[in-house]
């Protein structure tokens, strides 16, 4: 029936958007970002839904309707969610190549519209096409190269033009689905069991953490870095030039250049362009978008870390409370008369509950993942059914709720072990961070890639249940069998890599691999020895003096508060790490940069490592949502929020190139509010964010484009 179809997509409707807000910010994004990302999501979304139909729709057909004396005969009872084939094929048609065109063409072309920094709509087109070029190109050859394969072996119409497409895009989207399926169905099951080790997921916060900051420092050096050539440009185009309005628009995107023209005498003949014209002022324009952007992941990220750390030092120490209620200094309830229950409530979830809940679904996702491996690597076998899913939808015992539901629950748990594997991708400063600091870029290339591996997953999992007449396999069954190279023996024997990559992860050969090319690399048995301990130990200092440094700003009223909270529930253990003597804070950026060297190597004796902390803190822009300086007691925020965050190398002296040029700038003389050190101010409305342009005015940054050119 088509209202079943209606109110699935409906209700996904509703789910998409929640999700793309949570993650991004619809109301900041220009709308026909959100109108890809919308589409590029939900499509995804709905075939784990809709294919259980057409499997139990198709099945009612084949064994309950009969044929009569030319009459159809019912012999059964009519499924309640039953999808008429016509409908059916519609739909499939529809979905596919709406993906097919999102993924393949208006996804990339709005990706580089989007970081183009053109200034004129007719440059600002040219130069996302021409960022495609290349990228169409290497389509266009493989293309063309089987346009001669069918000019040479068939006869060519434009069903075979269409389906050998589809048979490319399908051979594509199985190899990389069975790659990430792979690394999920081992890593889904793992991290759930070792996360309800608290000892162990603080070990990995304390791992991630000096990664983050110095990511985040990084980023506020690119800002100070394209701050100093969009000065320059403002020094050297005059009033009357016709590219004046073009850098006061860049100044407005970067206020922080208005104080850089004072460094005239430091400035160097070498940093001063050739032509400064406006191909020169369009360059600077891409690279302060993509620096605030930047900046803003990485200081959210920062803040999930110490969030998440924070949250299991608590965790640790409340094991030993008697009273059996959460204590923690930076947590606050309302005082009234659920308060006590409220605690009692959190420790009982947090200490109990919470690990044990997370080892159940760890062995539940386990034995998910034992039936998957095994049925990928027998569904190929001929005369005998091995497959799991394919033994019980082919049951004569099973009704067709069961089948759907049989269905659904194999193909979500497919999704969620390879999309897992895809959020934690690392690539092209594409990443997925929750509280609307994802940009529109990760959010399309999210959708992006949604869209390349779900139908090839669909029709994965179809060949594990032994299917071949539904109207899904009736569609994609003449494409994926069209040539020799992409036909049944790819599609059938492709997914035995999954196997392959699961022995990979499950024995951590990819750690060992990345350990001989000396990249650093968390693995489950490092937590409290092998070599990553030194930098476990440096992030453990971190977390300390930035906890120390919250501590003791709510002790002394200076940090910002929820006035719903009035009940203080500081106890005696969390207080003592605000009790200790400290020195004074920075106050300048060379100070600044002097304790985070220091930090590097020494052993943070003496030395006030809270005040660099609060340097590196985020501090929200005017018009973004508040971050808030405690932790939130939210199991679904803790999966969330931070998990998304790298380590890397950190280079001996500190700080990298980047962090170089800005030490070479704050040393003749800047003040350390240009590069975000912290201040008694910072945790108000000043900061870093707004000084770095984050969002220019609280008005460009909360009013949203009315049309898709107010944005260029």
């Known amino acids: 029936m088509l209202s079943i179809v209606l109110t699935i997509l409906f209700l996904l409707s509703f789910v998409?958007?929640?999700?793309?807000?949570?993650?991004?910010?619809?109301?900041?994004?220009?709308?026909?970002?959100?109108?890809?990302?919308?589409?590029?999501?939900?499509?995804?979304?709905?075939?784990?839904?809709?294919?259980?139909?057409?499997?139990?729709?198709?099945?009612?057909?084949?064994?309950?309707?009969?044929?009569?004396?030319?009459?159809?005969?019912?012999?059964?009872?009519?499924?309640?969610?039953?999808?008429?084939?016509?409908?059916?094929?519609?739909?499939?048609?529809?979905?596919?190549?709406?993906?097919f065109c999102l993924t393949w063409f208006t996804i990339p072309l709005t990706q580089s519209w989007v970081r183009a920094g053109d200034f004129r709509l007719g440059r600002r087109l040219w130069a996302a096409l021409k960022d495609n070029l290349i990228y169409w190109s290497i389509l266009g050859g493989v293309g063309l190269a089987a346009l001669i394969y069918i000019l040479f072996v068939m006869q060519v119409n434009k069903d075979t033009l269409l389906t050998m497409g589809m048979a490319?895009?399908?051979?594509?989207?199985?190899?990389?689905?069975?790659?990430?399926?792979?690394?999920?169905?081992?890593?889904?099951?793992?991290?759930l069991w070792y996360d309800a080790n608290t000892a162990w997921s603080l070990s990995y916060m304390e791992f991630v953490v000096p990664g983050a900051k110095e990511a985040m420092v990084d980023a506020e050096a690119d800002i100070y870095d394209i701050a100093r050539h969009i000065a320059i440009a403002s020094k050297k185009i005059a009033q009357d030039s016709p590219n004046r309005p073009l850098v006061d628009k860049l100044i407005r995107k970067c206020p922080i250049a208005l104080e850089e023209r004072s460094l005239d005498r430091n400035i160097d003949q070498e940093e001063i362009p050739k032509k400064l014209d406006e191909e020169y002022l369009a360059e600077l324009h891409a690279a302060i978008k993509r620096a605030v952007k930047v900046n803003d992941r990485t200081q959210a990220q920062y803040r999930f870390v110490l969030e998440k750390a924070y949250l299991y030092q608590d965790i640790i120490e409340n094991y030993r409370?008697?009273?059996?209620?959460?204590?923690?200094?930076?947590?606050?309830?309302?005082?009234?008369?659920?308060?006590?229950?409220?605690?009692?409530?959190?420790?009982?979830?947090?200490?109990?509950?919470?690990?044990?809940?997370?080892?159940?679904?760890?062995?539940?996702?386990?034995?998910?993942?034992?039936?998957?491996?095994?049925?990928?690597?027998?569904?190929?076998?001929?005369?005998?059914?091995?497959?799991?899913?394919?033994?019980?939808?082919?049951?004569?015992?099973?009704?067709?709720?069961?089948?759907?539901?049989?269905?659904?629950?194999?193909?979500?748990?497919?999704?969620?072990?390879?999309?897992?594997?895809?959020?934690?991708?690392?690539?092209?400063?594409?990443?997925?961070?929750?509280?609307?600091?994802?940009?529109?870029?990760?959010?399309?290339?999210?959708?992006?890639?949604?869209?390349?591996?779900?139908?090839?997953?669909?029709?994965?999992?179809?060949?594990?249940?032994?299917?071949?007449?539904?109207?899904?396999?009736?569609?994609?069954?003449?494409?994926?069998?069209?040539?020799?190279?992409?036909?049944?023996?790819?599609?059938?024997?492709?997914?035995?890599?999954?196997?392959?990559?699961?022995?990979?992860?499950?024995?951590?050969?990819?750690?060992?691999?990345?350990?001989?090319?000396?990249i650093q690399h968390f693995s489950y048995y490092d937590a409290t020895t092998g070599p990553a301990t030194a930098n476990i130990n440096e992030g453990r200092q971190i977390i300390e003096q930035a906890r120390a440094m919250e501590e003791r700003k709510r002790a002394?009223?200076?940090?910002?508060?929820?006035?719903?909270?009035?009940?203080?529930?500081?106890?005696?253990?969390?207080?003592a790490r605000a009790t200790g003597s400290r020195g004074p804070r920075s106050t300048n950026a060379k100070d600044f940069l002097a304790k985070y060297k220091n930090a590097k190597t020494d052993a943070f004796v003496g030395e006030d490592i809270s005040a660099l902390a609060s340097a590196a803190a985020p501090v929200p822009s005017a018009g973004a949502p508040a971050a808030s300086s405690?932790?939130?007691?939210?199991?679904?925020?803790?999966?969330?929020?931070?998990?998304?965050?790298?380590?890397?190398?950190?280079?001996?002296?500190?700080?990298?190139?980047?962090?170089?040029?800005?030490?070479?700038d704050v040393e003749v003389g800047q003040s350390a509010e240009f590069v975000g050190a912290g201040n008694s101010d910072s945790a108000g409305t000043g900061g870093s964010g707004r000084k770095f342009g984050v969002g220019a005015t609280a008005q460009a940054k909360e009013k949203r484009p009315q049309n898709m050119f107010e944005d260029i």
Request: proline share 4%; glycine share 8%.
């Open 321 to 518: 409370n008697r009273d059996k209620k959460f204590v923690s200094s930076l947590v606050q309830v309302k005082n009234d008369r659920f308060a006590d229950r409220k605690l009692k409530a959190y420790w009982y979830w947090y200490v109990w509950i919470r690990p044990g809940l997370l080892r159940t679904i760890s062995v539940v996702a386990m034995l998910w993942s034992l039936g998957v491996v095994w049925s990928e690597s027998t569904f190929q076998v001929e005369g005998l059914t091995l497959s799991v899913p394919a033994a019980i939808v082919q049951s004569p015992y099973v009704g067709y709720a069961a089948t759907e539901l049989v269905a659904v629950g194999f193909i979500l748990y497919m999704c969620t072990c390879a999309y897992s594997t895809l959020f934690k991708i690392k690539f092209m400063d594409y990443y997925l961070v929750p509280e609307h600091h994802t940009d529109e870029g990760s959010l399309m290339f999210i959708g992006s890639y949604l869209c390349k591996l779900t139908f090839p997953l669909c029709y994965n999992f179809l060949n594990m249940v032994e299917d071949e007449k539904s109207v899904f396999i009736q569609y994609q069954g003449k494409a994926v069998s069209l040539t020799p190279l992409l036909g049944d023996g790819y599609n059938k024997w492709l997914p035995e890599i999954v196997l392959v990559f699961a022995a990979i992860t499950l024995f951590n050969l990819h750690g060992r691999i990345l350990r001989l090319c000396r």
């Open 630 to 664: 405690r932790w939130t007691i939210n199991p679904l925020k803790d999966k969330l929020a931070g998990v998304f965050g790298g380590a890397k190398a950190v280079p001996a002296g500190g700080g990298g190139p980047k962090f170089q040029r800005l030490k070479d």
């Open 16 to 99: 998409v958007a929640g999700l793309l807000y949570y993650f991004g910010d619809y109301r900041k994004l220009p709308w026909y970002t959100v109108v890809v990302c919308f589409l590029a999501w939900l499509f995804p979304f709905s075939l784990p839904l809709i294919l259980p139909l057409d499997l139990a729709s198709t099945d009612y057909r084949e064994k309950c309707l009969t044929e009569h004396n030319g009459t159809v005969v019912i012999i059964c009872d009519k499924p309640l969610a039953y999808v008429e084939n016509d409908f059916l094929l519609t739909y499939w048609k529809v979905v596919y190549w709406t993906m």
């Open 168 to 191: 490319a895009g399908n051979a594509w989207g199985l190899l990389l689905v069975t790659m990430m399926m792979g690394y999920g169905l081992v890593e889904v099951p793992r991290t």
């Open 556 to 575: 002394g009223g200076g940090g910002a508060s929820d006035s719903r909270f009035g009940h203080d529930l500081s106890g005696g253990s969390s207080n």
